[in-house]
């Protein structure tokens, strides 16, 4: 076994045995990576407290020739604490990791979508903007190559008619093409300036009808993208 070094978000965990967990971990340099964690169900574990969900940690680990390897060394490197204290931090927060959790593929780097998780869980903890998980997963889709066309129609590329979003066409569709659901210019708006720059004016919104639409295209959009609901936007609406 060989021993290595790494900074990563804990994704998900699950029990392992009667003491051990398993953890699902996004890395800097090594990707998706499942790792155990033997012990840390136990009262006196020295970390079982720092591998919980959305937590930002310093790893050692020892690469095994099986599927996990396994966790010797943690250490906190932000210990978002405000997040575990408000249900809609966590909420949040559970909506960027089951993202990041279903485009990143074991054993292939993608430090950038390791950044921008760490980035989206730090606007989480400290301003909570209602658009973060929409913003999250437009953003996440244009770094998987797969960003929405929202400029013009896809199907005939007409400029400047009244919309509708059809993300299983790859973006927005005009009333001639037909298909899609209704959005508003002002939702459409706000996608594009998710897409196009325009990010910390869109994070500055505030709650409300405009944000939840926007939530919602940017929900279905990546739903088509995964092939599979994404269960934790519901529960923060739920």
């Not at 993202?99 to 980035?119: I, K």
């Not at 009244?162 to 927005?172: I, K, L, N, Q």
Request: aromatic fraction near 4%; include cysteine.
């Amino acid at each position: 076994m060989s021993l290595y070094r790494d900074v990563a978000v804990v994704l998900r965990t699950y029990r392992l045995g009667e003491a051990d967990r398993i953890v699902v971990l996004m890395t800097k340099e090594r990707g998706k990576v499942r790792a155990v964690a033997k012990g840390v169900r136990r009262t006196k574990s020295k970390f079982g407290s720092r591998l919980e969900p959305g937590s930002y940690v310093d790893l050692q680990l020892y690469e095994t020739r099986g599927e996990l390897d396994i966790v010797s060394q943690v250490e906190t490197i932000e210990p978002h604490r405000r997040t575990r204290e408000d249900l809609s931090r966590l909420s949040r927060t559970a909506a960027l990791l089951e993202a990041v959790d279903n485009v990143a593929q074991e054993g292939e780097p993608s430090p950038r979508v390791h950044d921008m998780l760490v980035g989206g869980l730090r606007a989480v903890e400290d301003q909570n903007p209602p658009l973060v998980t929409a913003a999250f997963y437009l953003k996440l889709l244009a770094q998987e190559g797969l960003a929405p066309e929202v400029e013009v129609c896809v199907g005939c590329a007409e400029e400047d008619v009244d919309f509708a979003w059809a993300p299983e066409a790859g973006g927005v569709r005009c009333g001639s093409c037909g298909g899609g659901r209704p959005m508003s210019d002002e939702a459409l708006s706000v996608v594009r300036a998710i897409l196009g720059g325009g990010l910390n004016v869109a994070l500055s919104l505030p709650e409300g009808s405009l944000s939840h639409e926007v939530e919602a295209l940017a929900t279905t959009a990546f739903e088509q993208h995964v092939e599979r609901r994404m269960r934790a936007p519901r529960v923060l609406h739920d």
